[in-house]
């Protein structure tokens, strides 16, 4: 199973993804912040990334711009899980290098149908 | 008159101080001299008083008024002017300032409206789950309990409501099971007995039967004997008489092998009744044994018949319930994940709450805030030209200490554009309207909520 990171500033959220995806088999670890998964990536390597969008300092899209940047992230599955549903910013996540777009609140089931297609 | 009664008016305040300072160097009197006296100078008190009022005390200001002979000055007539027109700006930026709050006010107290609603409808899918799931949990472990459990006739309507026997619960079936097994291998065991004896019996037939063959070669070789003396004393016979003796011999042996012979038969007549009343004991014994085999046979038959029936309906029972717990299990796995959408809608609409207690709030409270400096400036401008008493103003409004303070509006003498400035922005969360989860509902959103690039 898949070693995940889940970057959201919210503790609720990132509870619920990492319930998900734990019952599921998955090792799952947490971060707060852009910043804290930044420290987080350097230290593990990790299969798959789910990030929030909107966070205090380093936002996701930017998150995801500084990881594609690093070579040993440059092919790893990276989402995006946000409430923002707006072409413009699907568009500008695309554009940094995001695999794909869930809008919260998310089902349980589609993630985990969507990781089963990320991870092949 | 008229000046003296406006003197009276304008210090009424301070009348009771002027006569207690005008009446005390007299009081202290009253007690030495005549009454008439007293009287007399407490009707000159009045008009001392009233003297003192009008003749010490300064006039109040007459207000100016426009038909007023005094000549207005140009300069104050246009200050006056620039005042009224700055308060009049100000007043009506105030009232659209004043609209555009109320209208975001407004926007505030539905956006609230609709968080409260969606944060009690969370609640209320949580609460509804959790119940939902703990009673599905209490049924599956009924369900467990139950293959645990005898029922008793007619208990079990689960079964088509067929009326079914007293099933046993699985610990009794499984005690069942090994009673009958022991009574199964002590039969076996009784077999296996009866088989020995008949081994043994056939074991003392051998032995017999090895005796008569032993008996049989002494027959054998007596034979044998008789026909040598047979063909002696044919030759002894066709001798002459000095063989007599001979022959004599001859008889007696002869004579001797015949008791041998009868003795022989005897004993074979004896062995031979032996092996009969052994051979009818074996036969009896293996009767006895073919019958308790059969019965034995029939019984372990009709035993492993029941059994078999008795464990496929088991069973099935067992796979029922098994079904049974499995479909709960999807179920409680479906509420579990109903838990979680809602808690984040929950979460979602806590973040709301936060970014509209933060920038909405305080920029109307600090706008609310800004205007109501700016008037306080202006009514005391106004009142300086009004020419009000000096440090007089108008009571200034005061709002709570506890919001910032904003940046302030633009004066009126500039323009009437701060009014946008000022005007709150309440966020709005883009994609957030509510889509109530429902059981594999959310399939029919999947496709707008998820996007692969």
Not at chain 2, 74 to 87: D, F, Q
Not at chain 2, 117 to 137: C, L, P, W
Not at chain 2, 353 to 370: F, H, Q, Y
């Amino acid at each position: 199973m898949a070693l995940i990171l889940a970057v959201d500033d919210s503790t609720t959220m990132r509870q619920m993804v990492s319930f998900t995806l734990t019952n599921a088999g998955h090792e799952v670890v947490e971060a707060r912040s852009g910043d804290e998964a930044i420290k987080l990536v350097k230290t593990r390597k990790f299969d798959l990334i789910i990030s929030d969008v909107n966070m205090p300092g380093m936002n996701g899209i930017e998150l995801i711009r500084t990881l594609r940047a690093m070579p040993e992230y440059k092919f790893t599955p990276m989402l995006m899980l946000t409430t923002e549903s707006q072409a413009d910013r699907k568009q500008e996540g695309k554009s940094a290098g995001a695999t794909g777009w869930i809008v919260k609140p998310f089902n349980p089931e589609v993630l985990l149908s969507v990781l089963g297609k990320v991870l092949g | 008159m008229k000046p003296l009664l406006a003197l009276l008016h304008v210090y009424r305040s301070k009348l009771v101080v002027i006569g207690l300072i005008l009446l005390v160097p007299w009081a202290w009197a009253l007690a030495f001299v005549p009454w008439w006296v007293s009287l007399a100078s407490l009707a000159l008190v009045v008009p001392a008083a009233l003297s003192f009022v009008y003749f010490v005390l300064p006039a109040p200001q007459a207000p100016r008024r426009v038909n007023d002979s005094e000549n207005i000055s140009n300069e104050e007539i246009a200050r006056m002017r620039e005042t009224c027109t700055g308060m009049n700006e100000l007043l009506a930026e105030w009232l659209s300032v004043s609209q555009k709050t109320q209208a975001n006010l407004e926007e505030l107290k539905r956006q609230l409206h609709e968080v409260i609603t969606d944060t009690e409808s969370s609640v209320i899918d949580i609460s509804n789950s959790f119940r939902a799931i703990t009673g599905k949990t209490r049924t599956q472990m009924d369900y467990a309990m139950g293959l645990l459990q005898t029922k008793q006739q007619g208990e079990d309507a689960d079964f088509d409501g067929d009326a079914v026997a007293k099933w046993l619960s699985l610990p009794d079936y499984i005690r069942a099971y090994e009673e009958l097994l022991n009574s199964i291998t002590e039969r076996l065991m009784r077999f296996s007995s009866g088989s020995l004896d008949m081994v043994k019996q056939q074991g003392k037939v051998r032995e017999s039967a090895i005796m008569v063959v032993d008996l049989l070669d002494e027959v054998r070789s007596m034979a044998r004997q008789i026909s040598m003396l047979a063909l002696s004393s044919s030759v002894s016979a066709g001798g002459t008489l000095t063989h007599q003796k001979e022959f004599v011999e001859m008889a007696d042996k002869i004579r001797d092998i015949s008791d041998n012979a009868n003795d022989l038969n005897r004993r074979i007549r004896e062995y031979l009744d032996s092996i009969r009343d052994e051979m009818s004991a074996t036969h009896g014994a293996m009767n006895k044994m073919a019958d308790e085999a059969r019965e034995a046979a029939k019984q372990a038959k009709a035993d492993v018949a029941q059994l078999t029936v008795t464990m496929m309906m088991k069973t099935q029972e067992v796979a029922q319930t098994l079904e049974r717990i499995n479909a709960l299990g999807q179920e409680i796995e479906r509420d579990i994940n109903n838990i979680i959408v809602a808690m984040q809608f929950q979460d979602i609409n806590q973040q709301k709450l936060e970014r509209l207690k933060g920038p909405v709030l305080n920029e109307v409270s600090g706008t609310i805030r800004t205007i109501v400096d700016e008037t306080n400036v202006l009514s005391k401008k106004l009142n300086l030209q009004v020419g009000g008493p000096p440090g007089a103003t108008l009571r200034p409004f005061r709002v709570a200490a506890s919001t910032p303070p904003a940046k302030p509006l633009a004066m009126p003498a500039a323009s009437g554009a701060s009014a946008a400035e000022a005007k709150p922005q309440p966020e709005k969360v883009q994609g957030e309207r509510k889509q109530r989860p429902t059981n594999g509902a959310g399939d029919a959103d999947s496709d707008n909520q998820v996007e692969l690039f």
